[in-house]
């Protein structure tokens, strides 16, 4: 037998002196300053995006938001955008079919309030880490070890997958009533034991304590 050791994905080095504000974000982006959902990292088909967007058509106005997918699309985005125009929400989604270079994806996530992985199946993600290194909450969905990367509430939102209304309504809970500011300070400071060197550490403590 072969023994297992589980380690959190460390968190991402980020100079919160560097990024843009909020504000300023949005407008280097040309977006609208409204609330803002974040999608990022490549498309692919077991991230459902597509439960996402449907969610967003279920939440219609209340509030009023807006949606960023930055990552390239694998495939055709044809497809895409006559899934935004038969719900009814071209307007609302920024469709950034592109490799987002590293020094844009502070922006990226300066500009948005809450990053979505509404993905269908994964073992796990380093974009959990990432928008909680930038000081973003997330909402996630069962699958994986998503959960295990969030605190439900505190850090993010946990939902179970391929469901709409269930990330709908978790999506109006944080822009309706959760205390917003608080949970970006949470999801800040849960990543600032979480580095790369602890990792190093751990593994080396491992492949001597096995040999």
């Not at 959902?37 to 058509?57: D, H, I």
């Not at 990552?71 to 469709?95: D, H, M, Y």
Request: charged content about 20%; overall charge neutral.
């Amino acid at each position: 037998d072969v023994p297992v050791h589980y380690e959190p994905h460390p968190a991402y080095p980020v100079d919160q002196r560097k990024a843009p504000d909020r504000s300023t974000a949005r407008a280097q982006l040309a977006l609208a300053d409204v609330p803002t959902l974040l999608f990022f990292g490549f498309v692919r088909p077991y991230k459902g995006l597509e439960t996402l967007l449907e969610a967003l058509a279920l939440l219609k106005d209340a509030p009023h938001c807006q949606l960023v997918v930055a990552g390239e699309i694998w495939g055709e985005a044809l497809p895409w955008n006559q899934l935004l125009a038969n719900l009814g929400i071209s307007t609302q989604v920024r469709l950034e079919n592109r490799y987002i270079p590293e020094n844009e994806v502070a922006t990226y996530f300066a500009a948005a309030d809450l990053v979505v992985l509404p993905y269908r199946s994964a073992t796990g993600s380093g974009v959990v880490r990432l928008a909680h290194s930038h000081g973003r909450p997330v909402l996630v969905t069962r699958t994986g070890a998503l959960p295990d990367a969030v605190e439900a509430g505190v850090t993010g939102y946990i939902v179970p997958p391929a469901d709409p209304a269930a990330l709908m309504q978790a999506i109006r809970s944080f822009f309706t009533t959760a205390s917003r500011s608080a949970m970006e300070q949470a999801a800040r400071r849960s990543t600032q034991t979480d580095d790369w060197q602890r990792l190093a550490r751990t593994i080396l403590h491992q492949a001597r304590s096995t040999t």
